[in-house]
């Protein structure tokens, strides 16, 4: 059954520019799909079309009418006064009206019963224990356990929540609604790793549809069957995830490429004869009707247009000489907002070259930690960097003192440089034309990190620090930083939730919580394999019977070595079992192969279950 379908969808703002120009596609019912394409191509767009928030100007659209259709990026407006657990209980707000009309009817019940009011009673009963009624509370606190909304979270007035909380508890209130169609734009942007983690949990076994725009490359590898590419206003179609779909997609550019450059030289050789042949047969009308013959068969011939490359940003940073070992050493460093202490007796060496990852979920004091090491705010202990130390910083959130001026006039006042040095660096990370005459507080969130990554890239420096850097980026403008920070050999210390980020660059991690920082010397798959190992060792180990190897009394000859025969194959699919656990720890950050390699292990527990039930038969007899 289809949930959505889009045919030749046009939406213009300009008259003459289509932002969507003829896009068509599909959805069938119960399919997990991701939107793509660069900031601007029209994603967020899309979205507002299939809730009927914005018109459009030509096409057809159908969103099965029998399915409920929830949108992140929308947030509704509630009461003043309202509370995040009223808006949170908002999400069972049919199901609160049946309540309500069944507490009147007891109440008219106290008096006296009739056979109307108890039919009525138990088709609202039966109502709204079939919604969940019952389980509200229990569904409540599991979405907000594992979104990481805490119980102080939820008594403070909804609007005195940052954009981005309001943003989480909306998401929570769309799932707690058990929406048939969900509309994810970015869903990740301000949650902690857990919570994603649980959000990937919960959309894979959503029994709906779902369509996702999101730059978190990881979340789209987890969660994507399948991806749509809106390129300039048309869809490309991809069958897989989202490393699937850079492979085809590589693949596919490297194909229309030969192709292009196939039909040019052939093109260019027919040419070549056309030209000669009509020198030749200028007293010979046999030859110019041949040249004019192989001229029109290359007009007929189809042309493969020659494939796009993206503009890229070509920079690195400016690196000043390290001398020495210690980077920075951290002694007893402590940190506490009145009586919340955030990270107390911190003992930390980092030597020249390192790439650590500060991870943590919200709300533990990672870019206080950071603060406080850049002497930006007050703490306990002693912080001692080295002599030829040079920091650069980018901050989560980008100030500039004067956002009235213009990208190049800001430039030159701030870093002092020549205007044609202004206008080169700006160049080189696609500031270009008129976009160098934007006010800096015109830019959107992404644009000014860009903008202060270019400042930045201008210093020599030799330890480079960054907050949350991929925030608000696009796919593409998130892979200019990385080829960026791997030319950097200095040393390098980032908070990051974004796991694919962590993964290329971490190769040690510090994890921030319960008051103080546990150093991993490790990247971030072993990692992940520790925390897992440590919560698999904290839980009660499910007891696996295992068969007694003493002869059993009685029994036939046939019997007894039955029982031998399924001991010996027991044990060999035991050690089949205990085999997949080192395969699976080397594939913890391979999503497809660490999938495989469970539904294996578990294909091989079902054996062996089988295998024990049947030697227990075998002694029984």
């Known amino acids: 059954m289809v949930d959505i379908s889009v045919k030749n969808l ?354 533990t004091g990672k870019s206080t930690f950071i603060k406080c090491l850049l002497g930006e705010e007050d703490f306990g202990g002693k912080i001692q960097f080295g002599p030829t130390v040079k920091w650069g910083y980018l901050p989560q959130i980008i100030h500039f003192a004067h956002p009235e001026r213009t990208l190049y006039d800001t430039m030159l006042y701030e870093l002092n440089c020549s205007p044609q040095t202004a206008r080169d660096r700006l160049g080189q990370f696609l500031f270009q034309g008129e976009d160098v005459f934007k006010t800096v507080g015109s830019l959107s969130g992404g644009e000014q990190s860009r903008l202060r990554l270019c400042m930045l890239m201008d210093e020599k420096i030799n330890l480079l620090i960054l907050d949350e850097p991929t925030n608000h980026l696009d796919i593409a403008s998130r892979e200019w930083i990385e080829a960026a920070i791997e030319e950097f050999e200095g040393t390098l210390l980032f908070v990051s939730h974004d796991r694919y980020f962590i993964e290329k660059f971490a190769e040690r991690i510090w994890q921030l919580g319960e008051g103080g920082i546990r150093d991993f010397d490790c990247g971030y798959a072993k990692y992940r394999s520790i925390l897992e190992h440590e919560a698999a060792g904290r839980q009660p180990a499910a007891a696996v019977p295992k068969p007694k190897k003493e002869k059993p009394k009685g029994g036939t000859k046939e019997t007894d070595k039955l029982i031998r025969r399924l001991e010996r194959e027991i044990e060999k699919q035991e050690q089949v079992v205990a085999s997949f656990d080192a395969s699976i720890e080397a594939a913890a950050a391979d999503y497809v192969e660490l999938t495989r390699l469970l539904g294996e292990k578990e294909e091989a527990e079902a054996v062996l279950l089988e295998l024990m039930e049947r030697w227990e038969n075998a002694q029984q007899e």
Request: net charge negative; glycine share 10%; aromatic share 10%.
């Open 10 to 363: 046009t939406k213009f703002f300009v008259i003459g520019e289509n932002l969507l120009d003829g896009l068509s596609f599909e959805i069938q019912e119960g399919e997990r799909v991701a939107i793509l394409g660069r900031n601007g191509c029209g994603k967020t767009t899309l979205f507002k079309i299939l809730t009927g928030e914005m018109d459009y100007d030509e096409g057809e659209i159908f969103v099965n009418p029998g399915k409920r259709v929830g949108l992140i990026s929308q947030i509704p407006v509630f009461p003043q006064g309202y509370t995040v657990n009223d808006v949170l209980r908002s999400a069972f707000d049919e199901l609160l009206r049946v309540r309500r009309k069944m507490e009147k009817l007891e109440n008219e019940m106290v008096s006296g019963t009739t056979d109307a009011l108890l039919r009525e009673y138990d088709a609202l009963e039966n109502r709204f224990q079939s919604g969940g009624g019952y389980e509200m509370d229990v569904e409540l606190d599991k979405v907000c356990n594992g979104l990481g909304i805490t119980p102080e979270q939820r008594v403070q007035n909804f609007d005195s929540l940052s954009g981005g909380e309001k943003t989480r508890m909306n998401l929570a209130r769309l799932l707690l609604q058990k929406t048939d169609i969900l509309l994810l734009d970015e869903p990740t942007n301000h949650l902690d790793l857990r919570s994603v983690e649980w959000l990937e949990n919960y959309i894979l076994s959503f029994k709906g549809t779902v369509l996702a725009i999101s730059h978190d490359r990881y979340f789209l590898d987890v969660v994507a069957q399948r991806c749509i590419e809106i390129t300039e206003g048309h869809a490309e179609f991809y069958s897989g995830n989202y490393s699937f779909y850079m492979d085809e997609k590589q693949a596919r550019f490297d194909l229309q490429l030969k192709q292009y450059e196939q039909e040019q030289a052939k093109l260019k050789q027919l040419g070549y004869t056309v030209e000669r042949m009509k020198g030749w047969g200028i007293n010979n009308r046999t030859l110019y009707r041949r040249a004019m013959s192989i001229q029109h068969r290359m007009e007929r011939i189809q042309k493969t247009g020659k494939p796009k490359t993206q503009k890229t940003l070509k920079a690195g940073f400016g690196e000043k000489d390290f001398s020495g070992d210690v980077v920075f050493k951290m002694k007893n460093v402590s940190k506490a907002f009145g009586d919340r202490q955030l990270f107390s007796n911190v003992e930390l060496n980092v030597t020249g070259g390192e790439r650590i990852a500060l991870l943590g979920d919200n709300g």
